[in-house]
């Protein structure tokens, strides 16, 4: 069964392997430090947003999604944004259900 898990109520080790995650399906190879840095300040912060979620299954990370307080500076009234979103490619078009 798959579940999604919120960083912020996650282990330290849970997290690094999170943060790597989501760099290697949206990052390059000279912007870990930037991934890094937003998902920390969503662990540590007092404000409700940004979030980061990974989904997994059996100790495999499958999906991630981030909710953010926006994308679009001109565009402020859109909260929360979906961003961040992928599914790994075995999961897509299937019918898996995340408890």
Known sequence: MITIEAL???PRAFIERAIHYIW???GTEHNLDFYRDCIEHSLTGE???PKFHV???ADRFV?????LRNDLIS???LCPWLACLFVDPDYRGS?????
Do not use: H
């Open 8 to 10: 912020q109520e996650q």
């Open 24 to 26: 290697t399906q949206w």
């Open 47 to 49: 404000a409700d947003l």
């Open 55 to 57: 989904a997994i299954e």
């Open 63 to 67: 999906g991630m999604c981030a909710l």
């Open 75 to 77: 565009r402020q009234d």
């Open 95 to 99: 019918s898996s259900e995340a408890g």
